[in-house]
C-alpha cells in the first residue's frame, strides 16, 4: 500500500497541471489601441463609469498587452506548467464579425504570447470567451440573447483553431456561463445588462452603502472610503431612500433561519434595523451578514435598463451559450483534432451547496436544486443528458403558471440539439471558490414575476470562515471543494477535470503579506489532494486564479486575488511576488 501510494505520488506530480490564469479584459488593457473593437467591458464602464468604485475601468489594467514580457517573467518564476489566459475577441475581429478583420496586431499579439509562454516550456490554456463580448453583437442583436450569436461565436472559435490551434492544447470555449447569464443578463451586476442607464455617482454611492455587510461597516472606516461610516445620517438617509425601493431583492445572509425568513418576507425594514442602529447590529450578533445583488436594485430603482428581465433572459443568454459551445466543440471535434491533437472544453463556475438542516428533507431537496440550477444547467446539457435538469423545467414551468406566463422562459432543445450537446466536452473545466447553505423558500409568490433565483425555490446563507478582508461572496470553505469534486464525479460520469480557477481576494490590500491567500491556498489544496487520494476524484490540474492582481469586474481594482501584487498607479504596472506566491 505504501509504495503505491509512493509510485501514485511520484507518477502524478509530474504529470499534474500547475496553472494560473487571467482574462484578457481583466488584464491586458490597450482597450483601443491597434484597431481594436469596443467590448460589452470597454462599453460598459466607460457608459456608467461610476458603476465601478472610483470610476475605474479596465482601459489599462494590468497593461499586459504592452507587458506581457512582465507576466512572462512571473510565470517562469512561479515554475508554472500551465498558463491560462482569453482571447479578446474585438481585439482580433472589432464588431465581432469575420469580415472585420482579422487584425493583424490582434494576431501578431496572441501569437507572441503563445510563442513564448511554448518556448518557455509552459503549456498555454486559451479561454475562447471570457465575457468581454464584442459590443456591436450586442448592439445588433442583443447578443446571447439571441440565437444570431452562435453563427458569429462558432466563425470566431474556428479562426482561433486555424490560426492559433497548432500550438494550443488545451480550449476553452466559455468561461463561467453561470455567472455571464445570471449576472450579466440576470441582476446586472456584471456587463451587458443596464444598457441605456446612466447612473451618477451619487447615485451609486447610496447604493453602495447598502451592499456593505454590518460588521464590515466598521472595518472600512480606516480604509480608503473614510466617508463610509461616521456620516450615519447620510446613512439613514440612504437607506430610507431604498426602503421604498426594495422589491426584488436577491439576497444572501444569515445563520439563522427565522431571520433569514423574515428577510424575505419583510426584507425592506429588516435591512433598516440591522444597518441603522449600532446597538441592534450587536444585539443581532456580529454574525449577522447582509449581501445584497447591488445592480439588481440599481436597476430596479433607475429601471431604464432595456435588456433587465431576469426571470427570461438568463435563460435564453444560457440556451445560446450551450448551443454555441457545442457547434464549436464539433468543429474542432470533425476538422481539428486529427491534426492538432487538443483537447477542448467548458470551464463552469460552481459553488457546494449543503442544506441548512441535514436531517430536513426539503432542505436536502432545496441544496440538491440548487446544485441542479447553477452548475446542471450547464452541466447536465454537456456532460449528462443533452438537456436541462429536470427539476429546472419542472420548476420554471409550475411558477409560470403561477404568474399566468403561456411562452417557454426555460427554451427547449431538440432531440437533435440533445444529441449535438451531450458529451461535448473533453474535460470538465471546474471554477470554484466557495460554499454556502441552502433552504427552501417559495419568496417567487410576493413577486411581481418570476426571477431565476426565486425559480429554484430556494435561498442560500453563507457558511464557513468569512473575513471581512475578502469580497462579500467569498467565505473559505475549503471542504466544500471536495464534496463538489466527489459530486461531479459521481453525477457526470467520472469526467477528467481540470481546476481552472481557485483563489481569494483581498480588499483595498497592498500588502504582500498576504496570509489569508497562503491559508486558502494551504486548505484548498489539500481538499483536492485528498479528492484524488482517497475518493479518487480524476483531477488532472490546479489554476489559480490569479497570476496577478487585475480589474476584479464592477468591484475595480478594490478586491485582489493576485499571488502577485500590482500597482495600478504605477504607469509600469509592476509585478510584484507575494507570500501566496512563493508559497503556490
Ligand atoms: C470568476 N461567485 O467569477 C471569473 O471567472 C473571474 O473572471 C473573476 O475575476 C473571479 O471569478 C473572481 O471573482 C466569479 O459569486 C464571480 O460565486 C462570482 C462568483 C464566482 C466566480
Known amino acids: 500500500h505504501e509504495s503505491s501510494k509512493r509510485n501514485f505520488r511520484i507518477t502524478n506530480c509530474f504529470k499534474f497541471a500547475w496553472g494560473s490564469a487571467t482574462s484578457a479584459y481583466q488584464t491586458e488593457g490597450a482597450w483601443n489601441v491597434h484597431g481594436k473593437g469596443e467590448s460589452i467591458w470597454d462599453n460598459y464602464s466607460h457608459r456608467a463609469p461610476c458603476w465601478y468604485m472610483r470610476n475605474q475601468t479596465g482601459d489599462v489594467a494590468c497593461d499586459s498587452y504592452h507587458n506581457f514580457d512582465d507576466d512572462l517573467a512571473i510565470i517562469k518564476e512561479l515554475g508554472l506548467t500551465h498558463y491560462r489566459f482569453s482571447l479578446s475577441w474585438s481585439r482580433l475581429f472589432p464588431d465581432g464579425k469575420l469580415t472585420s478583420g482579422p487584425l493583424p496586431d490582434g494576431v501578431r499579439y496572441y501569437n507572441d504570447v503563445i510563442n513564448k ?24 442583436f442583443g447578443g446571447f440573447n439571441s440565437s444570431k450569436i452562435i453563427l458569429y461565436y462558432v466563425d470566431y472559435a474556428d479562426f482561433c483553431f486555424s490560426t492559433f490551434g497548432d500550438r494550443i492544447k488545451y480550449w476553452i470555449t466559455f468561461n463561467a456561463p453561470y455567472e455571464y447569464c445570471t449576472q450579466g443578463h440576470g441582476s446586472g451586476t456584471l456587463a451587458p445588462v ?16 447598502i451592499s456593505m455587510t454590518t460588521h464590515r461597516l466598521d472595518k472600512r472606516k480606516d480604509q480608503q472610503n473614510g466617508w463610509l461610516v461616521g456620516e450615519k445620517t447620510q446613512l439613514e438617509y440612504h437607506l430610507y431612500t431604498l426602503f421604498l425601493c426594495l422589491q426584488n431583492i436577491t439576497c444572501a445572509l444569515l445563520n439563522c433561519l427565522d431571520l433569514l ?36 436594485i440599481a436597476t430596479n430603482i433607475y429601471g431604464t435598463c432595456c435588456h433587465y428581465s431576469p426571470g427570461e433572459g438568463v435563460y435564453y443568454a444560457a440556451h445560446s451559450i450551450i448551443k454555441s459551445h457545442a457547434q464549436a466543440y464539433h468543429i474542432y471535434n470533425n476538422t481539428y483534432r486529427e491534426s492538432q491533437k487538443g483537447q477542448i472544453g467548458i470551464t463552469l ?35 449528462g443528458t443533452g438537456d436541462y435538469p429536470d427539476i429546472m423545467r419542472y420548476n420554471v414551468q409550475n411558477i409560470s403558471e403561477f404568474f399566468n406566463i403561456t411562452h417557454d422562459r426555460l427554451p427547449k432543445f431538440t432531440e437533435a440539439e440533445k444529441l449535438l450537446n ?12 466557495t460554499s454556502h447553505l441552502v433552504v427552501p423558500c417559495s419568496y417567487y409568490q410576493n413577486l411581481d414575476g418570476p426571477t431565476y433565483d426565486s425559480d429554484q425555490v430556494w435561498l442560500i446563507s453563507l457558511m464557513g470562515i ?56 494551504k486548505n484548498y489544496i489539500n481538499e483536492v489532494l485528498k479528492a484524488i487520494k482517497e475518493d479518487d476524484v480524476n483531477v488532472k490540474g490546479y489554476t489559480a486564479w490569479s497570476l496577478m492582481d487585475n480589474f476584479e469586474w464592477a468591484e475595480g481594482y478594490s478586491e485582489r486575488f493576485g499571488l502577485h501584487w500590482v500597482n495600478f498607479t504605477d504607469p509600469e504596472r509592476t509585478r510584484i511576488p507575494k507570500k501566496s506566491a512563493s508559497y503556490y
Open 261 to 296: 425568513q423574515c428577510f424575505v418576507l419583510n426584507a425592506p425594514l429588516f435591512m433598516f434595523i440591522p444597518l441603522s442602529s449600532e446597538k441592534k447590529q450587536k444585539q443581532l450578533g456580529r454574525d449577522l451578514m447582509i449581501q445584497v445583488h447591488v445592480t439588481m
Open 117 to 140: 509562454l511554448i518556448a518557455a516550456n509552459v503549456e498555454p490554456m486559451v479561454t475562447l470567451f471570457h465575457w468581454d463580448l464584442p459590443q456591436a453583437l450586442q448592439d445588433e
Open 349 to 383: 463556475n460552481s459553488n457546494w451547496a449543503d442544506p441548512m438542516t441535514r436531517t430536513d428533507l426539503e432542505h436536502v431537496e432545496a441544496s440538491q436544486r440548487n446544485l441542479a440550477f447553477a452548475t446542471g444547467w450547464f452541466a447536465d446539457p454537456i456532460f
Open 194 to 209: 443596464s444598457n441605456g442607464t446612466r447612473v451618477t455617482l451619487q447615485d451609486m454611492d447610496s447604493i453602495t452603502w
Open 466 to 521: 468569512s473575513n471581512n478582508l475578502t469580497s462579500t461572496w467569498l467565505y473559505q470553505v475549503p471542504w466544500g471543494i471536495r464534496k463538489l469534486l466527489i459530486w461531479i464525479k459521481r453525477t457526470y460520469g467520472d469526467p477528467v477535470i481540470y481546476i481552472t480557477e481557485n483563489g481569494i481576494s483581498e480588499h483595498f490590500s497592498d500588502g504582500l503579506d498576504d496570509d489569508i491567500r497562503v491559508n486558502y491556498y
Open 422 to 433: 451531450k458529451g461535448t466536452s473533453d474535460f470538465f473545466g471546474l471554477n470554484h471558490y
